[in-house]
């Protein structure tokens, strides 16, 4: 079984990852200056210190390969060994265009932090192969493994939400879409209340703007971004978002850099 | 004269340990209201199980003692029944989070003594009147941005400027806490149930709890 579950997280790994870097190929031909920035450190990188870089690709592959093995997860170890490892070598050695596919990995080595959150590879630990079809569908939309790295506006909106008191923390939610309009940058921040907490409001930064509201913090951010004209591009919380939110995260073309709430059996869980 | 912060942080600085937990639970009592209105609007949480939180800490400023178990035991049943402001929308609920919050802050004053944490429940007492306002009185009743004029306006509210006023009361009255017998206690937390922003007294609220 657990074999067949390395497998699966491969696969699914896989696909999405592809369907990803087609996504941002078409983009970066296109000349899309947002996918052109998330890639930006990555190249950067790669053109200052190619071995350096690679050992972090393959460093941030094997080390889940590692922790699955020390953990006795022997079947998840080799799955992912099939399917991870040696594709990753093999693209490499052959200069196969997949190579760019397991560049985004450096990202967990701490050198692309922007460019694994964008690569579109946000899926928890799946538990088993059944969910695999599903999310394969939504891949293309979905982020980084958010565990590996965290994307800085994640780190921006769990700043922001600290400043709350202990037990409010768990219970309401800020969010941050940070978005575009006439070439500048806007950082909308909302609650789960109507208004942002005094001390959050007090710790806003020039750049972001409160949005004031019903509804949940990142529905409320992007319907604010929708009535002044920004166009939304990326979208973080403080918790993981709801499928409702995720949904209208993707209709306004503006992807997540934090986890999703995830379905199973009808039943959500976080 | 009203207080400012700072110089309420001032005057709880100079209150012994018991006096600043007072304090806080006297804050709590005002609150208390907006979570039964929440209860009734939202058909959800357990009024009695913040009104078994208070007693407890009105026991502790009475002389009892109050284990570091008791307190971390009753933060958790208190946060347990908090409502989650994504799936209660009611201005109720967001109330009502405040209250849990600042019962469990003051819960916390007994364990680390400290007048910030004592001062973080006056804080939460004046984010609640911040957040009614923001609810009832906001012209704009979908997505919009902040306008500083209206956050101006809520800052010099009369109800904003009444809480800044019952906090001052309650600090005199917190000077005075271990003098005082069990009835007169008792008669201060009924009086400070009746005041702040008062759902069910004002006729906001039909009133359908059972008294307590």
Redesign the interface.
Known sequence: MGLIIGFGEGVYDTIAGLVTLVVDVVKLIAGDAATRRTYGALLEELARDPLGTLAGIFEAIIAPIKTDWQAGRYGEAIGRTVFELLPAILAIVTGGGSAAGYAAKAGSAGKTVDALADAGRIASHVDDIGRIAGRVDDAGRMTGRVNDVVDPLKQRVDDLHRLLDPYAQNHRTTAIVRGEKNGQQIDIVASSNQRLDPRQRAALRPGEIEASGPGHAEAKALEYAQRHGITPQKVAASRPICPACTQRIAESGAHPVSPLRRIRSGITEE | MMMESNQLRTHLDALPPRSRTAFAALCCERLLPTYQAFQVVERAGSTSVLIDALDAIWAYIGGATLSSEAIAQL?AT??HV?????EH?S?YA?LA??T??AI??TLQTILDQQSATAA?VA??A??AV??YL??VA?P???????NPAFDAWIASAPLFASERQFQQENIAAARTITMLQDHDIARLRAIERTRGIQPFIRGLVKNEMPER
Do not use: F, G, K, Y
């Open positions: 933060q208190c946060e908090a409502p989650d402001t994504e929308t201005l967001e989070l405040i849990v919050s469990c802050l973080e804080e939460r004046l984010a911040d957040a923001n609810r906001d704009q009743l979908t997505v919009h941005a902040v």
